[in-house]
């Protein structure tokens, strides 16, 4: 969290009340992030309710400022000029890129149906545990508030980089761009958008059209490509200003988790695991070993955890838990990262995982993005970019129809073996 980037300044660190300040902001956090997710809804009402009479106050709508019950819209013209200098910049080199784009376009749907058929095929008649699923990101319900934060940046870039996408292709295209904006649902950022004039947009001819839509998907594709090269960076500046450590860091801990309960916190440093069913000692596990080992455990058994802290703790194995704690902690609620000894006191030991958590996030996320967005569903790039193929032809498009059934019901499977 930027929390921990008060750690950075080592002679701010030897102050008395800098420190008290931190550890006051750090308390407040983790009263909020661990609150029940029902009292967060009623606080999230509250909130809106007030919003909403702001709004109507004040007049807000004629700032672009759209708020509608537990909806919050948000256009601007104002990045109109920068879109458009990009875009007449190097016209030529995105003409480039999104014709592409519009041949990755069907690499990216075949990867996007294959994946998810397989997934569901290997839930009903495989292996229940490995099983991936789509998780609705919903903060404080299927993701826990403290968790949200590290979604936040890379959830954002990427929906903006994709409308931004289609802003320039579609300047290109010689269609108009009225204005950029956000929608927001809860407190949670759902999408950016562009709006472009319909008129201009339907008058172009296909192939103008075509790369319009298959834009954004090339952007998501294009900055996940980018962001892989950071991966090799982080380990330089881990390697700098860390040593590899004896053991593993717990990152975060899942409100209500086995490991909460057994009273296990953030911060402290994993050096065994002792099932007790065989007797047997795991000592100084990598991250992969033990998520394996505890993924391995039945119902009921006992495990005693080792630390570095010299305190034990014991943890009674849980039933397999839903699929969508797998990105908040798995079956136990523990987040795990190698622990990185700091070679400098002012430094902490969560960073190289802030770090490296931002960048996969950002990469991952843009993947999703474009291989959900590829589906050939009406609302999506993916299903503007396959109807506008299968003008003219009744069997395309009544292929098209079926593909838009089976990419639905799809998702909603991925979605419910989730839970």
Not at 139 to 144: A, F, K
Not at 303 to 320: D, R
Request: hydrophobic content about 50%.
């Amino acid at each position: 969290m930027n929390i921990y980037l008060l750690s950075i300044f080592s002679l701010l660190r030897k102050n008395f009340f800098v420190r008290q300040v931190e550890n006051l902001i750090l308390s407040r956090v983790n009263k909020f992030s661990d609150m029940n997710w029902i009292w967060f809804l009623i606080i999230i009402g509250i909130f809106w309710i007030f919003l909403y009479l702001i709004s109507k106050q004040f007049g807000l709508s004629k700032y672009g400022i759209i708020v509608a019950p537990f909806i919050l819209i948000i256009k601007t013209t104002k990045l109109n000029k920068a879109i458009e200098k990009i875009s007449l910049k190097y016209q030529k080199e995105f003409t480039l890129l999104f014709k592409i784009g519009t041949y990755l376009y069907y690499i990216l749907l075949i990867i996007s149906l294959t994946g998810l058929s397989i997934n569901i095929i290997h839930h009903f008649f495989f292996s229940k545990s490995e099983s991936v699923g789509l998780v609705p990101l919903i903060p404080g319900i299927t993701l826990s508030l403290k968790r949200f934060v590290y979604f936040i940046f890379p959830l954002s870039i990427a929906l903006l980089a994709h409308e931004i996408a289609h802003g320039i292709a579609a300047i290109n295209e010689k269609i108009s761009v009225k204005g950029i904006g956000i929608f927001i649902f809860l407190i949670m950022l759902i999408a950016a958008f562009v709006e472009l004039d319909q008129g201009e947009l339907e008058k172009s001819d296909k192939n103008s059209r075509k790369r319009v839509y298959a834009a954004g998907i090339t952007a998501n594709i294009l900055l996940a490509t980018l962001f892989v090269p950071l991966i090799g960076v982080n380990n330089i500046f881990t390697s700098q200003f860390y040593e590899q450590g004896d053991g593993i860091l717990v990152v975060g801990v899942r409100t209500d988790s086995p490991a909460e309960k057994a009273g296990i916190k953030e911060g402290i440093v994993i050096i065994g695991i002792l099932i007790t069913k065989n007797n047997s000692y795991i000592q100084t596990p990598t991250v992969e070993k033990l998520v394996f080992v505890m993924n391995s455990l039945e119902n009921g058994e006992i495990i005693i955890i080792l630390t570095l802290e010299q305190q034990n703790y014991t943890l009674v194995t849980p039933p397999s838990t839903p699929v969508k704690n797998s990105i908040d902690g798995g079956r136990f609620g523990l987040l795990l990262f190698q622990y990185m000894k700091p070679k400098y006191s002012f430094l902490s030991p969560k960073l190289p995982y802030i770090i490296q958590e931002e960048i996969f996030l950002t990469i991952n996320l843009n993947l999703v993005l474009a291989l959900i967005n590829v589906l050939p569903i009406i609302v999506f790039d993916g299903g503007k970019f396959l109807y506008l193929v299968a003008e003219g032809s009744p069997n395309r498009k009544k292929l098209f129809n079926l593909l838009q059934l089976l990419s639905l019901v799809l998702i909603v499977l991925n979605v419910f073996i989730s839970f």
